[in-house]
């Protein structure tokens, strides 16, 4: 019921984008799967790739992500909240997933609705799921996270991730935001939760069991309850997710809020501000400067009682391709490169990359074995990390140089120093940044990937190599 | 008598690495001429080519550099200074140059020296000298600067720009460094501008007139005199750039330093700090803060009296092309890209991205006429300059969230405001920084240049190329 539900819906929102007119460079006609793996790795720009890449590989070494056949640049495209607004410069996490998803543009804090109104856009997952295929999300993050819910659900506020805060989003008592309009109560569709567990996804994978914890609106049960009656198994350890039920639909709840991630600093720390000394104050050239001491990454340690992105890719893949001729959308999130570059932690991100990087090889090898594979990597905004100079290029002056930010020395296996830099603001939070992003893809994409796309063609790429 | 000296350096130099035992993919023996040209924007890295792109064509418009056929990138090596150096995760501009025309890895501040000792390391450009194809180095900086100067002169320190300077470089009586051992007087080949007046170059065009002034060392004749002597025509302005000789030897020296750029900020202002109010001090929640004005940028007055990029990139073209069976290396730089960057003047840094576009143009236009062209555009390291949100990510807060560093916010034509951040150092030029940098290639380029290559590989696909 509720999947024709869902299909029925798609019906009425693919008329706001021409899908039909365009012109397929592939075919589903054919008897043969195929299959699409969007990685996303969140904020994960070049300066986070390289950073990652000098600690985990060494200055001169290879990541699976620089293997890849193909690399692009996306163009990175948001609005102001209106149906004709002007450019901004500088996008977040829910307008970007959105518009991956769906192949438009919308504004900052938006989930899959159109700018300026609370119009559903259908997505790539929701036109898959229509054609017969399979769909997966996996993330790090809550799985109502703007990333992942932009795949599969609706509403203006990428905050309303449960039902229990859709009439006021609020930080320390300060309101944020709200969705009251999208209340079931009020003729809407409810919060992300709520609408998650009614998709008709087959694999959903992710943190966030706090959102699924609270009554569904018009109802005496639980989100999580709502979940089980659509059919999802729920599982919320390593062990239950290797031994549910393969090919069943199944929910992954595996922490409260975002997963746990793999490094942190050394005990914990993150950049912290140099210290110029008194007589820096009355000059900026007088006096000297303490750098923050440099430091190791080591092992956080939270994460050991999670499963890893790869071993949540694994699951998905295994589920998602058991017993099924058709084919599947999995999109795939590391989510706390960002979340940990906002926190000013290079080491989090640091292994979040190398978690993105290890989930890859897991598609690259399910590539191997099934050839109808396109496997896209990018990120869905550049985010604040800069690598700087240890010895700034004026070292030879006599006079005190260093970041009016926040910094951290991170000693490499390699042994050499690399100092990350977070400046974009004064705020307990960096902002992100608004360059263009990488965007790979395996030899599927040969002839389908050109060298620059916009955003919204990764959805383009996606929906016709699966013949959409 | 100077291009055969020239000729057996390099046979001793080419020694120190192994171009014989190479695989070539290309060959020269056939008849028709190959070109390669390679186009570096200094710092040009994509936070710098996004900030260019929203202002000159519009958040969803293309430059020329976007339509390029491949789109690769750059892994930026550099090491400490000694022959087992550790690696450095920041580069300069001379020790990335060293590595583009040598294939060699070197330490910061080197001019085609190796690390560790002042050994010469042979370049493209000599190489292609020797194996009879022209040369020729076009650049917005001083010709006597690290880009330029690393394809055809050999020293230790970039700053050794002509012989007053080689006994001590210093600014504003602070010694930064010296050449003595390399002075002619004491066995060595002198400064930057007397390498480059008795290199075998054809075409060398850009500013730096005032390291040509001074007296040759061991010679009563200015350094300008002495290429003069060496066979050079030197044109000073852009009429007698255009009424030179064609296919003569032509120096074109169209500034005393570096040239002037084409944007500026409003009245010349560049990035600023915002003003927190006095209340701010006391707990950085509390108070307001002052942003920086809006601005346009505005043509900068200087520009009009100097060639532009493209009008330099068509003379080289010209005279390399005229009448040549062979073929040619062709280095072009937009230096001004970095230093703007440095200087904290985004619209400064819009408008050498631009000049960048306009030569490529140039280069592709030859390339459609004369097919056997290879194009390569890149960047030598990334820069300082972050694009980052007008309007705070956490706005609705209600404190004041500002850079901590220098930030200007820029009207865009197409009706945005465009915020530029700069907060790598309290210095008075910002640091690079070491992310990877994007690679382009024309069609020439298909099959050659893969989708990640190291800096080093920018010199062998050249030299493969021209059957070196």
Chains 1, 2 share one sequence.
């Not at 799967?33 to 070494?61: C, E, F, K, W």
């Not at 499963?307 to 391709?321: F, G, R, W």
């Amino acid at each position: 019921m509720l999947r024709s539900l869902t299909i029925s819906i798609l019906l009425i929102t693919t008329s706001i984008f021409s899908v039909a007119e365009e012109t397929k460079q592939d075919s589903s006609s054919d008897a043969k799967p195929r299959h699409v793996i969007l990685i996303i790795g969140d904020g994960m720009d070049d300066h986070q790739i390289t950073i990652a890449r000098n600690y985990l590989v060494g200055a001169s070494g290879h990541l699976a992500l620089d293997q890849m056949a193909l690399r692009s640049t996306s163009q990175i495209l948001t609005t102001e909240d209106k149906s004709d607004g002007k450019p901004v410069y500088v996008a977040d996490s829910a307008n970007t997933a959105t518009t991956m998803a769906t192949g438009v543009i919308t504004s900052r804090g938006r989930i899959a609705t159109a700018p300026g109104s609370n119009k559903a856009i259908v997505t790539i997952a929701e036109l898959a799921q229509a054609a017969g295929y399979r769909t997966g999300i996996v993330s790090t993050a809550s799985v109502t996270d703007a990333t992942p819910a932009a795949f599969a659900a609706h509403i203006s506020f990428r905050m309303c991730e449960n039902p229990d805060v859709m009439p006021d989003v609020s930080y320390k008592d300060i309101h944020i935001g709200d969705c009251i309009d999208e209340m079931k109560t009020h003729g809407g569709t409810g919060s992300i939760s709520e609408q998650l567990a009614e998709s008709a996804l087959d694999v959903l994978l992710g943190g966030g069991s706090k959102h699924f914890a609270p009554t569904a609106e018009g109802s005496s049960d639980s989100v999580r309850q709502l979940a089980e009656s659509n059919g999802f198994q729920v599982v919320t350890t390593v062990a239950e997710l290797q031994a549910a039920e393969i090919g069943r639909r199944t929910l992954g709840l595996f922490s409260e809020s975002t997963m746990p991630v793999r490094l942190r600093g050394e005990n914990g720390r993150a950049a912290e501000a140099p210290e110029p000394s008194l007589l820096n104050y009355v000059h900026q050239y007088l006096g000297d400067v303490t750098q923050p001491e440099i430091m190791n990454c080591e092992p956080n340690p939270g994460f050991a009682s999670t499963p890893s992105l790869k071993q949540m890719a694994d699951a998905a893949l295994a589920h998602l391709s058991h017993e099924n001729e058709r084919g599947f959308f999995l999109m795939i999130e590391s989510a706390s490169i960002d979340k940990e570059s906002h926190k000013r932690h290079p080491c989090g991100s640091i292994g979040e990359v190398e978690q993105l990087n290890e989930a890859l090889t897991s598609a690259l090898d399910f590539a191997r074995e099934n050839p109808r594979t396109l496997i896209l990597v990018t990120a869905d905004h550049s985010q604040a990390a800069q690598l700087i100079p240890n010895e700034s290029l004026f070292a030879e002056f006599p006079i005190p140089v260093y970041s009016p930010g926040k910094l951290a020395r991170i000693r490499t296996p390699e042994g050499g120093i690399m100092a990350v830099n977070y400046a974009t603001n004064n705020f307990f939070m960096e902002e992100h940044t608004g360059a263009n992003v990488p965007l790979f893809a395996n030899d599927e994409g040969l002839g389908r990937v050109p060298a620059f796309i916009q955003q919204p063609q990764i959805f383009t790429i996606s929906r016709d190599y699966l013949g959409l």
